[in-house]
C-alpha cells in the first residue's frame, strides 16, 4: 500500500485544513452569499433585505433576453466543445505521427492556451474589423479579394466568430490531453491489427478511440465548464450587443450584476448556472469517481 | 514482348505525365487573365425599356463604344414603382471595355511597365521545362527497372524533378494573387505618380491593354480598373496536380505513402499558420502608427515603418506598474496555492482517512464554479475582509481558485512517487512533516515546478475578477490595464498590442517548458488515480 504512517487520527485533517480553509473562504462563502441574494429582496443601491422566496428567479426568467441569452448558451458550449473536441482529436492523432519539426509544431499549438483569453479576444477583434481589419487588409494585399468584405455584418455571424475564437482557443487543450492518452498506447495493438489486416478506420474505431476515451472523457468534462463559464471572449468582442443577442449566462449575469444594477436577479441566474454546471459536475464525478475505486 | 510489371506501371507514369503537360500546354493558350474597366456611363432616366429615352441612351452608349475595340455594352435595370402605381425603370449603360491575356501574352509584355508578378510565370515554365529535361534525363534505359534497384543518380534526378513539378504548381496560385496585388499597386501607382512614370510606362500599358485606346485617355481608362484571373489559370492547378502525380509515380514506384506524407505535413503547416495568424496580427499592430492601424487600402502586410516608439510610449502610460502588479499577484497566488495545496495533495496521496473521498469531491465541484458566477458573491465578501480593490485580495481568490487543479496535479505527482523512502525514515523516527520536506519534495521537483507555472499563468491571465474588484489604476494587472486603450469611441490599438506582445512573451514561454510534464499531469492525475 502506498501510503505511510499516520500516527494521530487527526493528523491528515491538519494537513488538508489550510486548503480547507481557503477554499471555505473564498469559493463556499461567495457561493453561500450568492445563494442568500439570490432568495432575498436586493434594492438598486444593493442592501440585501429580507426573503422573498422565488420572486428573484420569476424577475430573471420573466426578462426578454432571458429565452435567447440561454438558448445562445447552448449553442455557445455544444458549438465550442463539439467542434474543438473534434479538431482537437484529428490534430493530435497529426502531431502523434513523427515528422521533422514536431516538436516546434507542439509548441507552436500551446500559445492560444497560454496567452490570455481577454488578449486574444482583442486580437481577434482587431482582425475581423470591417473598416481597417487584417484579415481584409491580408486579403487584399494577397488579391484574394478585391474589395474589403464586413465579416461581422450581423449578430448572429459575430456570434459564429465568437463561438470560432472559442474553438481556436480551447483546441489545444484537446489536443494535448489526447496526445497524452494516445502516447500512452502500446504500439503492439497497432501492429497486431496490421497483421490481422484492419484498416485505418477499422484500427480508430476499435483501438484509438478506446483507449484515448478516459483522457478525452476528462478533457471534454472540464471543457464544458471552461466553455461555460468563459467570459472574456464575448466580453470583448460584442460585450452581448445588440440587445443581449449576443449574450451567454456569465455575460449576462455580469451586465445585470454590475451595468444594470440587479443584483438579485443576476444571483437567480448564477444559482440556475449551478444547477446548470452540478449537472455537468455530477456526471464527471460518476466517471471520475468510477475510476478512484481503488482509492 | 511482355513487359515487366515495372516497366508497365513506369510507362503509365510516363503516358500521365505526358498528359497532363499537352493540357497544361493547352490551357497557357487560353485567356488566363482579364483586365477591365468601364469606360463610359450613361443612365437614363424614369423610362420603360424600349421606349424613346431609352433609346435615346443606348444610341449614346453604343456611340462611345464603338471608339473602343472589343467593349461591351451592360443594362442594369432598377424597377420601382412611381407614384401612379406604374412600374418605370431607370437603365444604366455600363460600357466596359476588357482585354483577355493569356499567359504567354503576358510574358511577350514585359517592357517598361512590367508587371513583376511575370517572373512567377516564368519561374512557373522554368520550373516545367526543368522537371521535363531532368524526368527525361533519368528514363534513358531505366524505364523497365525496379524503383529500389535504381542507380543512385537517376534517383536523384527523378525526386528532383518531382520537387520542381511541385514547384510548379504552388506558382499558378501565387501567380495569381501578385499579379492581381501588383497590377493594381502599378495602377495606383501610376496614377499618383503619372508624370514621373508616364514616359515608360504609357506605351507599355498601351501595347498591354490598350491598342486602341484613344490618345490621352489613358488616366481615365486606368482609373477603376480591374484584374480578374480566368478559369483556364486555375485549372492549371489540377492539371499540374496529376502532372506530380506521374512524376512521384516515376520516382517512387508508388503515391500513397507520398501523398499521405505530403498531406501530414500540408496539415500540419495549415495548422500552425492558423494558430500564429493572430499573434502575428499583434507583433506587427504593436509597431504600427496609429494611422496605419485604422486603414485599411494601400496597407502593407508589415508595417511601412516599425514605430519602436509605441513600447516607450505604453511604458510612459503606466504599463511596467501594470506588469509589476501582475507579477506580484501572480507570484502571492501562486505562493498561497502552494503552500495550502502541498500539503492537502500529500495527504490525499499518502494517507487514509475518514472523509478523504468527500473532500476530493469537494476539490472537484469547487472547480466547477468559475469566479464569474460568483462575481456578486466575491465583491461582497471582499467588501466585508476589506480587502477590494487590493492586489492581496486577488491572490487569495485566484490561489482559491486554482486549489482544485494544484491539489490534483500534485496529488498525481506524488502518487507516482514510491512512499518506500518516506515509510524508511518514519520508521526511523522521521516525522511526516520531514518526510515531505527533506524526501518527497525533491522527488516531485518537476510536478511542483509544473504545478508552479500552472498556476502562475492561470493567474497571470486570469481578467474576470480583477475587471471588477480593482479600480485604482495602480493596483490594476495588465490583463485589465490593457483596456484602459480601448475607449469606447476609439481604441489604439498599437498600444493596446504593445502592452498584450509584453504580457504574452513571458506566459507562452512558462507554458512551452511545462507543456509536457503538465498534459501527463492532468489526464493521469485526474483518470489513473
Redesign the interface.
Known amino acids: 500500500m ?6 494521530h ?1 487527526w ?3 491538519l ?2 485544513l ?6 471555505a ?10 445563494f442568500k ?1 439570490a432568495f432575498s429582496e436586493v434594492s438598486k443601491s444593493g442592501v440585501v433585505g429580507a426573503f422573498n422566496g422565488l420572486a428573484n428567479f420569476r424577475a430573471a426568467v420573466n426578462e426578454p433576453a432571458f429565452g435567447t441569452v440561454m438558448s445562445n448558451t447552448f449553442y455557445w458550449v455544444v458549438s465550442v466543445v463539439g467542434i474543438s473536441t473534434l479538431l482537437g482529436f484529428i ?1 493530435a492523432m ?2 502523434n ?1 513523427s ?1 521533422h ?1 514536431r516538436k ?17 479576444a ?3 477583434n ?2 475581423i474589423k470591417f ?4 484579415l ?3 486579403l ?5 479579394l ?1 474589395d ?1 468584405v464586413n465579416w461581422r455584418t450581423s449578430y448572429q455571424i459575430e456570434f459564429i466568430w465568437e463561438c470560432g475564437v472559442g474553438i ?1 482557443v480551447t483546441i489545444p487543450f484537446v489536443t ?2 489526447v ?3 494516445l502516447q500512452s498506447i502500446d504500439a503492439a495493438y497497432y501492429e497486431a491489427a496490421t497483421v490481422d489486416g484492419a484498416g485505418f478506420w477499422k484500427k480508430l474505431s476499435t483501438i484509438t478511440v478506446p483507449l484515448v476515451k ?2 478525452l ?3 471534454t468534462v ?1 471543457n464544458i ?2 466553455v ?2 468563459s ?2 471572449i464575448i466580453y470583448t468582442i460584442t460585450k452581448g450587443a445588440p440587445a443581449n443577442k449576443t449574450d451567454t449566462l ?1 455575460t449576462y ?2 451586465m445585470l ?2 451595468y444594470d444594477q440587479k ?1 438579485g436577479q ?2 437567480a441566474l ?1 444559482v440556475i ?2 444547477l446548470i ?2 449537472a ?2 455530477g456526471l ?2 460518476t466517471i ?2 468510477r ?2 475505486d ?2 | 514482348m511482355t513487359r515487366s510489371p515495372a516497366a508497365k506501371r513506369n510507362l503509365h507514369a510516363l503516358w500521365l505525365c505526358a498528359a497532363a503537360l499537352l493540357v497544361a500546354v493547352v490551357l497557357t493558350f487560353l485567356p488566363a487573365l482579364e483586365f477591365s474597366t468601364v469606360v463610359f456611363t450613361k443612365r437614363s432616366g424614369n423610362t420603360f425599356v424600349g421606349d424613346e429615352r431609352y433609346l435615346e441612351a443606348r444610341a449614346e452608349a453604343e456611340a462611345a463604344a464603338a471608339a473602343f475595340e472589343g467593349a461591351a455594352i451592360h443594362e442594369t435595370v432598377i424597377e420601382r414603382v412611381n407614384s401612379k402605381g406604374e412600374t418605370t425603370s431607370m437603365v444604366t449603360f455600363d460600357v466596359k471595355e476588357s482585354t483577355r491575356m493569356t499567359i504567354w501574352q503576358l510574358l511577350a509584355s514585359i517592357g517598361g511597365f512590367s508587371l513583376s508578378s511575370v517572373h512567377t510565370a516564368h519561374a512557373f515554365a522554368l520550373c516545367v521545362l526543368l522537371a521535363v529535361v531532368l524526368g527525361a534525363l533519368s528514363l534513358r534505359g531505366q524505364l523497365a527497372c525496379e524503383h529500389r534497384h535504381l542507380p543512385r543518380s537517376t534517383r536523384v534526378l527523378r525526386t528532383c524533378a518531382a520537387w520542381l513539378g511541385l514547384a510548379a504548381m504552388l506558382c499558378v496560385p501565387l501567380f ?6 501588383n497590377f ?1 499597386r502599378q495602377v495606383s501607382l501610376y496614377l499618383t505618380e503619372h508624370a514621373e512614370l508616364s514616359g515608360q510606362a504609357v506605351p507599355a500599358l498601351e501595347r498591354l491593354l490598350y491598342s486602341a485606346a484613344p490618345a490621352g485617355e489613358l488616366e481615365a481608362l486606368l482609373d477603376g480598373m ?1 484584374m480578374t484571373t480566368l478559369w483556364p489559370l486555375w485549372a492549371l492547378l489540377p492539371v499540374l496536380f496529376v502532372f506530380l502525380l506521374g512524376l512521384i509515380l516515376l520516382c517512387k514506384g508508388e503515391i500513397k505513402p507520398t501523398l499521405a ?1 505530403g498531406g ?2 500540408a ?2 503547416i495549415v ?2 499558420v ?6 502575428f ?2 507583433l506587427i ?1 504593436a509597431f504600427r502608427s496609429n494611422a496605419e ?5 494601400f ?3 508589415l508595417p511601412t515603418t516599425w514605430v519602436w516608439s509605441n513600447i516607450s510610449d505604453i511604458v510612459a502610460r503606466g504599463v511596467p506598474r501594470f506588469l509589476l502588479n501582475s507579477i506580484l499577484l501572480s507570484t502571492g497566488a501562486t505562493a ?1 496555492a502552494l ?3 502541498i ?2 495533495a ?8 475518514r ?3 468527500s ?12 469566479p ?7 465583491t ?2 471582499m467588501n466585508t475582509l476589506r480587502l477590494n480593490d487590493t492586489i492581496l485580495g486577488l491572490m ?2 485566484n ?3 486554482n ?1 482544485a487543479f494544484a ?1 490534483w496535479l500534485l496529488r498525481g505527482t506524488f ?1 507516482s512517487i ?2 518506500e523512502m ?2 524508511a525514515a ?1 520508521i526511523d523516527g522521521c ?2 512533516v520531514s ?1 515531505l520536506i527533506r524526501i518527497l519534495l525533491p522527488m516531485a521537483a518537476p510536478g511542483i515546478v509544473t504545478t508552479l507555472i500552472f498556476v502562475f ?1 492561470n493567474a ?2 486570469e ?2 475578477i480583477s475587471t ?1 474588484l480593482i479600480s485604482t489604476p495602480t493596483n490594476k494587472p495588465i ?1 485589465v490595464g ?2 484602459q486603450f ?1 475607449s469606447f469611441n476609439m481604441i489604439e ?1 498599437q498600444y ?2 504593445a502592452s ?1 506582445l509584453l ?2 512573451i513571458p ?2 514561454i ?3 517548458l511545462i ?1 509536457k510534464h ?3 499531469g ?3 492525475g ?4
Open positions: 502506498n501510503s505511510i504512517l499516520v500516527r487520527k493528523e491528515p485533517y494537513w488538508i489550510p486548503s480547507l480553509l481557503l477554499m473562504v473564498f469559493v463556499v462563502f461567495p457561493i453561500g452569499i450568492v441574494i490534430a497529426v502531431l505521427q515528422f519539426g516546434l509544431a507542439r509548441s507552436i499549438l500551446v500559445f492560444p492556451w497560454a496567452a490570455a483569453l481577454v488578449i486574444q482583442s486580437i481577434w482587431y482582425i473598416e481597417y481589419g487584417n481584409n487588409n491580408i487584399l494585399n494577397l488579391g484574394i478585391r474589403a481556436f494535448f490531453c496526445l497524452s492518452g478516459p483522457s472523457t476528462v478533457s472540464l465548464i471552461y461555460f463559464n467570459f472574456p456569465v449575469l455580469y450584476a454590475f443584483k443576476a444571483t448564477s448556472g449551478f454546471l452540478c455537468a459536475a464527471y464525478m471520475t469517481m475510476k478512484e481503488e482509492l | 495569381g494573387m501578385s499579379c492581381n496585388y493594381t480591374t506524407r501530414l505535413y496539415f500540419v495548422l500552425c492558423v494558430i500564429l495568424y493572430p499573434f496580427v499583434m499592430t492601424t485604422t486603414d485599411m487600402y496597407l502593407h502586410i498561497i503552500v495550502c495545496g500539503p492537502a500529500y495527504a490525499m496521496a499518502r494517507m487514509q482517512f472523509g478523504k473521498k473532500f476530493l469531491g469537494f476539490v472537484i465541484m469547487s472547480q466547477m464554479f468559475a464569474v458566477v460568483l462575481l456578486v458573491g466575491i461582497q465578501l487569495f481568490i490561489a482559491a481558485f486549489q491539489i502518487v514510491s512512499s518516506e515509510q518514519c516525522n511526516s518526510a499563468i497571470w491571465n481578467y474576470t471588477v490583463t490593457i483596456t480601448s490599438w493596446l498590442f498584450a504580457a504574452t506566459v507562452v512558462l507554458f512551452m507543456e503538465l498534459v501527463s492532468l489526464t493521469s485526474g483518470v489513473k488515480g
